[in-house]
């Protein structure tokens, strides 16, 4: 038996008045998809349990079988498992996104967020833009007279490391959640240690402001990167074994850190797939192909889609419904024919991870809806893959039970 987890991220989402009222998951057309809805079970799950953040951070958690309230210590500590920084005892972690804010001659306060990934920045552009914050003597000194650490990594997902480092109190916001607003009522808060990270984001915006990078990225109509942000922090992280727990080994595709880290703190292989970016220009064929040879060598694989997320918090619809089709039609469709074909037996659980709401750009933490199936029985319900649907079927609030069904340890 073959076990395949799909996760499109962020693709489940509110009705749009755009689109006559319906979501973009009624409005796109995944009938590879809408053939395993009507031969499962649709249902609805709660994957980021309140008070938690709405975000993948909480949800991935949880659909990978371990309750965030047990075991969530923050974002980036799972996120630099991924990247294979090793955290010491006293080490925090956040997040330290690449961002285009405002430009002008405004207070730093006046400065809007305009993009949290700087226009998706990555490559070359990325880590060239990071090392001239590094390399900076007022952003370097200051780096280290916080006993902080910026490596450079080719996306806007930068993690910084904090030796001895203590967070408590101090309010971070996730910047894809802001969008268009102005930074000041965002900046980290709560007590005297945020105004470090103020200190740190100010320093960048001066660095990177005309930097060579951001000025040509701007000069080819791309947002540069003239911004860092705080955020996502933890400290370091344990998670239960995965074949203690479910009795086989397996592997994880994907384009983001924190899908990639959770799977590794589990045990599972990280599989990075070139050209695999996170956003609709992916490689969508190169997943697909990993994804196989990886069912071809285990029981369970996670085949995990950035891109619906991505598009929503840029204000894309048309790409977000883009993402849901072309999920079902370059990866979900062909690779049940290739399962089909080779005679295998297998279960699915399809799901979106949390809503990412077109109306908001950011992210909300209401049910979402789950697709099961296995392909030994037909429970001819005859329906389809969206939000409605799963309303109407089976409830589940502990989104970490799901992979229990899966793998049939729970009927």
């Not at 689109?19 to 994957?47: M, Y």
């Not at 910047?175 to 268009?180: I, S, V």
Request: hydrophobic share 35%; charged share 25%.
């Amino acid at each position: 038996m073959k076990y395949l987890l799909i996760i499109g991220d962020g693709m489940a989402d509110n009705p749009v008045g755009a689109l006559g009222g319906k979501t973009p998951l009624q409005a796109a057309k995944h009938p590879g998809i809408d053939r395993l809805a009507a031969k499962g079970v649709v249902g609805s799950v709660v994957n980021c349990p309140k008070p938690l953040p709405a975000g993948s951070e909480t949800a991935i958690l949880s659909i990978f079988g371990c309750d965030p309230r047990k075991y969530f210590t923050g974002r980036s500590p799972m996120e630099a498992a991924a990247l294979g920084l090793k955290l010491r005892e006293g080490d925090c972690c956040y997040r330290c996104n690449l961002i285009t804010m405002e430009e002008g001659d405004m207070p730093y306060e006046e400065k809007r967020i305009l993009s949290h990934s700087a226009g998706s920045i990555a490559g070359e552009d990325a880590l060239s833009t990071i090392r001239a914050l590094t390399s900076d003597a007022e952003f370097s000194a200051a780096l280290a007279k916080y006993h902080m650490e910026l490596p450079p990594v080719p996306t806007f997902r930068p993690l910084a490391v904090e030796h001895n480092g203590d967070f408590s109190g101090i309010r971070f916001t996730p910047p894809h959640d802001h969008l268009g607003e102005k930074c000041g009522p965002l900046l980290p808060s709560g007590n005297e240690r945020a105004e470090k990270f103020i200190e740190l984001q100010r320093i960048a915006s001066r660095v990177l402001e005309h930097h060579s990078v951001t000025e040509r990225r701007r000069a080819s109509g791309k947002m540069g990167a003239n911004g860092i942000w705080f955020w996502a922090e933890g400290t370091a992280v344990s998670l239960p074994g995965f074949k203690q727990e479910y009795g086989c080994d397996g592997a994880v595709i994907s384009a983001v850190p924190i899908c990639h880290g959770i799977g590794v703190l589990r045990g599972l292989e990280m599989v990075e797939v070139p050209g695999a970016t996170g956003e609709l220009d992916t490689n969508f064929e190169g997943k697909l192909e990993a994804t196989w040879q990886k069912l071809n060598e285990y029981d369970f694989v996670c085949l995990h889609l950035e891109a619906p997320d991505e598009c929503t918090h840029n204000g894309d619809l048309a790409g977000k419904i883009q993402a849901i089709e072309w999920l079902d039609s370059r990866l979900v469709t062909p690779l049940l024919a290739r399962m089909e074909d080779a005679g295998m037996e297998y279960r699915i659980l399809l799901l979106s991870d949390h809503k990412t709401l077109t109306s908001t750009r950011g992210h909300d933490g209401d049910p979402v809806p789950f697709l099961l199936y296995d392909s030994r029985t037909d429970t001819r319900s005859g329906s389809v893959y969206d939000e409605p649907s799963g309303e109407r079927g089976p409830f589940e609030p502990d989104g970490c039970v799901l992979l229990r069904r899966l793998f049939e340890l729970d009927q």
